[in-house]
């Protein structure tokens, strides 16, 4: 048999997916011709024609198919499967109180992630979420609006500031705080906790500690007359209506004023702060424990990708990764071992997650900036660059691994990029 037709056997007997898993370079070598010219014929084709073999004669959800194109039909290069790496707020429960709403997205709906939760709330003007405390630490991302937020310090000392879009706010667990929205219409903010299983539905309240108290001992430890005790809440408030507060300075003084003010910072300007890396491609804004010294267990980033750019090709060695998409459309691969990958489609208000030093990357698909967050149950950001990794080896050996040449390899970026423009 010539060599000609050796070639086209090989190429025939192995597909785009299957050619993934032949473990002989040299095989692979030899047949990567012949596969080219067959995916490209069949891709002329399918064009002309459709694809037979991934078309649905069927019934199909049109809404989801045009929002999720490489979700229903994956790029050859996608193989096996690695779990769940999406889940959407819009699909979760969302409770809905007078005087605002939440809803969550949490290891029972996504269940590889056993580090962190999510919670999407809202709250009117004046409107409270309730006093309360946590098992786990909370991370704030203030996507609308304005609100005020108060947190106790073991020592007694009290911080009490206002947010607004793009603050974040860090109050570790078991330390009393609360939100309110403040005019003119309120705030939308994410909520991160450090733990897979959290729930929102189950925080300990103010309310309801008073309410499953005896009278006596309300009176005993408090000064409180019957009288009183009788107008305490009967029952959880959780979110609830109230008046606007007066002015920051007011709340400030009425408390104590400067002697009884937390040293501790426990909120950060992220979306004002200046770029951690600005490229053609996008910025990013990188916030950990390092620049904001109370958010000790979560580390984030907040990117911006602009149309035609890319979230590089990278891993996080330190962390698992779950995002939250705030504008924008995308779509994402993550490869893992033994030779899986999948690819997923993102739009605003889709949480991602990715495990924990698998490679992958976020490629802005629309006409918009994408907009998205990268969080991390960490006290430290860390990334590594494929990119930059083949930079800083030697030539021949990257030749080795990848058989281009040393003029091809100078061609790759160097230095990290975080976000490129292709």
């Not at 080219?36 to 649905?56: C, F, I, L, P, V």
């Not at 769940?84 to 290891?107: C, M, N």
């Not at 970026?413 to 490129?420: D, F, G, I, M, T």
Request: net charge negative; hydrophobic share 35%.
């Amino acid at each position: 048999m010539n060599d000609e037709m050796k070639s086209t056997t090989i190429a025939e007997r192995v597909s785009r997916r299957s050619f993934l898993e032949v473990g002989s370079v040299a095989l692979a070598t030899a047949a990567f011709g012949g596969l080219a010219a067959q995916a490209q014929q069949r891709e002329d084709t399918q064009k002309a024609e459709g694809d037979h073999s991934s078309s649905n004669p069927g019934q199909e959800n049109d809404v989801l198919l045009h929002q999720n194109p490489n979700t229903n039909t994956p790029p050859p290069t996608d193989h096996g499967d690695i779990g769940p790496i999406w889940y959407s707020f819009d699909l979760a429960r969302k409770r809905v109180e007078e005087g605002g709403w939440t809803h969550q997205v949490t290891q029972r709906e996504l269940p590889p992630s056993t580090d962190l939760t999510g919670v999407n709330m809202r709250l009117t003007a004046g409107s409270f979420r309730e006093l309360h405390w946590h098992t786990a630490d909370e991370w704030a991302y203030m996507l609308y609006g304005n609100a005020r937020v108060t947190v106790l310090n073991p020592d007694g000392t009290v911080f009490i500031d206002d947010v607004g879009k793009g603050d974040l706010w860090y109050f570790p667990a078991g330390f009393p705080h609360s939100i309110q929205g403040l005019g003119p219409d309120g705030c939308e903010f994410l909520l991160v906790f450090d733990e897979g299983l959290f729930s929102e539905d189950n925080t300990f309240l103010i309310s309801e500690w008073v309410a499953h108290t005896p009278p006596e001992v309300l009176s005993k430890n408090s000064n409180l007359g019957p009288s009183d005790i009788a107008k305490l809440p009967k029952d959880e408030l959780y979110i609830f209506p109230a008046d606007l507060p007066r002015s920051l300075a007011q709340d400030r003084d009425a408390v104590g004023g400067r002697s009884v003010q937390a040293a501790q910072q426990y909120t950060f300007k992220m979306r004002a702060m200046t770029p951690t890396k600005k490229t053609q491609g996008g910025e990013v804004r990188v916030v950990d424990s390092h620049i904001f010294s109370a958010s000790k267990h979560i580390a984030a980033a907040l990117v911006t990708v602009k149309p035609g750019g890319m979230r590089e090709l990278h891993w996080h060695p330190n962390a698992s990764e779950w995002q939250f998409y705030i504008a924008g459309k995308g779509r994402m691969t993550i490869y893992m071992p033994p030779g899986r990958a999948r690819t997923m489609d993102f739009t605003a208000n889709d949480v991602g997650f990715v495990p924990a030093v698998a490679g992958h990357y976020i490629e802005n698909t629309g006409t918009t900036d994408l907009v998205f967050l990268e969080m991390f149950k960490a006290d430290k950001f860390e990334d590594f660059s494929l990119n930059n990794w083949i930079r800083r080896l030697p030539p021949q050996m990257v030749t080795s691994h990848l058989n281009i040449d040393e003029a091809t390899i100078r061609k790759i970026p160097a230095e990290k990029q975080e976000v490129l423009m292709r």
